[in-house]
């Protein structure tokens, strides 16, 4: 039977799956009135370009290593090592900060309070529910993807449509005295990283070229449209969250839920129960999509190196990455049984924000080596086919690599301080340490990516010196 394809509306729709995060709606309007300058400044800056290199990179090279195979093309294995082992380790760690806001919405949605261990049983079973749906190409599933994106859509744009009804009929809970009030502020920058984080993804779209119908034409376009649609709907939901709740009595994980309660009032009784319920939904899909494009990233780059082997296998009745699949499932487990135990004895720790900052510091660090790698596969590799090149002279490309780039170190830097009780700025030693740890055993494994790499090298040597 042949494999079904990805239409156009199909990858477009996966797109907004993969990107469009509802569970960081929050966290970014938590910025305040300065955020839309943010979104304004980031889209220009960074999405633009961001988009415009995957759409080039992703049709040059059609292979799904996606961002890591791009790193180790044009650096070597070392570098493509640490990004493949940055790109592989956030995404547990964010599953597990998502799985953590999945109780609390369901508390904030329901009113029960949910204990514990039994949050975690039901944790585990949507991750193991995950690795199971992981086993199939997205385009068995994309039904499933279809609906999560526009269920993701509808749910932003009743956030959003109640939030202009109440701003035009009462007001908004964060109101602008001035132009002044939408300028950047300190209180904000730790928060900025969140915007790019919400704006990232497109590279897992790229390693569904295989399953596209003519992913040439279709993938540039699904970034495009996707784009567009994206950037609108992160405005108008962070919008609908400022005009809902102060900056300051914000939560980052239930923000969406607590934002429609207001919103709606008294008499949004079912309306709560039925958006909570679709938004742990769309929580699920998120996690599917994401995923798929990780398990194949991951075990790509295992097979060609820059990862431990045993993350290269696959299933042999589908093809399907098994290695990645099954080791995400472990560690993620083990992720949500340390979550639930800070959960039950950390006191005040927000142990949402605390894998979650995490999670996108280390994805953001990913980044740091794509625009790099498209500058300099531009210069290794000039003479390649580009089915969609990004046009410009060498000034205009350097400066789609270069400014993106600088927005990205920008960011990370603001992300290690954090707000004090009493108004000042303070480093946030948890997530130096975390991030930190991090990167230690992120140059372990390039290192080992390097010995295995010289010792095959020398093998091959070897053998073609005895056959002569």
């Not at 261990?117 to 068995?140: D, F, K, M, P, T």
């Not at 170190?409 to 303070?426: I, K, Q, S, Y």
């Amino acid at each position: 039977m042949a494999k079904r394809k990805l239409r156009l509306f199909d990858a477009i729709l996966a797109a907004v799956c993969v990107v469009l995060t509802i569970d960081a709606v929050a966290p970014a309007a938590a910025i305040g009135n300065s955020q839309y300058f943010w979104w304004i400044l980031l889209l220009l800056g960074f999405f633009v370009p961001y988009g415009l290199v995957n759409a080039e990179l992703g049709t040059t090279y059609e292979d799904q290593g996606g961002l890591c195979d791009w790193v180790k093309r044009a650096f070597g294995i070392r570098t493509g090592s640490r990004a493949a082992f940055y790109y592989w380790i956030n995404f547990p760690i964010w599953i597990t900060s998502t799985l953590v806001m999945f109780t609390q919405v369901f508390t904030a949605t329901t009113g029960i309070a949910v204990p514990p261990l039994a949050g975690l049983a039901v944790q585990l079973g949507i991750v193991w529910l995950v690795v199971l749906l992981s086993n199939y190409h997205i385009s068995e599933s994309k039904w499933l993807v279809n609906i999560g994106a526009l269920l993701k859509a509808g749910l932003i744009l009743v956030l959003g449509g109640l939030g202009v009804y109440a701003a035009v009929t009462r007001g908004v809970a964060n109101p602008a005295d001035s132009f002044a009030d939408f300028l950047p502020s300190a209180a904000g920058l730790p928060f900025i990283s969140i915007i790019i984080f919400n704006f990232i993804g497109f590279e897992v779209v790229t390693t569904y070229a295989g399953d596209m119908q003519d992913p040439k034409k279709e993938l540039p376009r699904a970034i495009i449209w996707g784009g567009l649609l994206i950037t609108a709907f992160y405005l108008f939901a962070t919008f609908g969250i400022g005009a809902a709740i102060p900056t300051d009595e914000l939560s980052k994980a239930s923000g969406f839920i607590d934002s429609l309660r207001i919103l709606a009032g008294a008499s949004g009784g079912p309306l709560i129960l039925i958006c909570g319920f679709l938004f742990l939904f769309t929580l699920i899909t998120n996690m599917l999509t994401w995923s798929l494009g990780v398990n194949y990233v991951t075990q790509h780059a295992a097979q060609y190196g820059t990862l431990p082997r045993f993350l290269a296998s696959k299933s042999k009745k589908e093809g399907m990455p098994l290695g990645a699949n099954i080791t995400n499932g472990t560690v993620i487990s083990v992720l949500l049984a340390a979550a639930a135990i800070l959960e039950a004895t950390g006191g005040g720790t927000d142990v949402f924000w605390m894998f979650f900052a995490l999670n996108v510091d280390l994805l953001l660090a990913c980044y740091l080596f794509l625009f790099p790698s498209f500058w300099q596969l531009r210069r290794v590799d000039p003479d390649r086919e580009r089915p969609y090149r990004v046009k410009g002279g060498k000034a205009r490309i350097f400066l789609v690599a270069a400014v993106p780039f600088a927005l990205l170190c920008m960011t990370l830097f603001f992300t290690f301080f954090e707000e004090a009780p009493d108004g000042t700025d303070m480093v946030n030693m948890p997530l130096v340490i975390g991030v930190a740890c991090a990167v230690a055993v992120g140059e372990i494994v390039a290192a080992h990516s390097v010995k295995k790499h010289r010792a095959a090298l020398a093998a091959q040597k070897s053998a073609g010196k005895t056959e002569s």
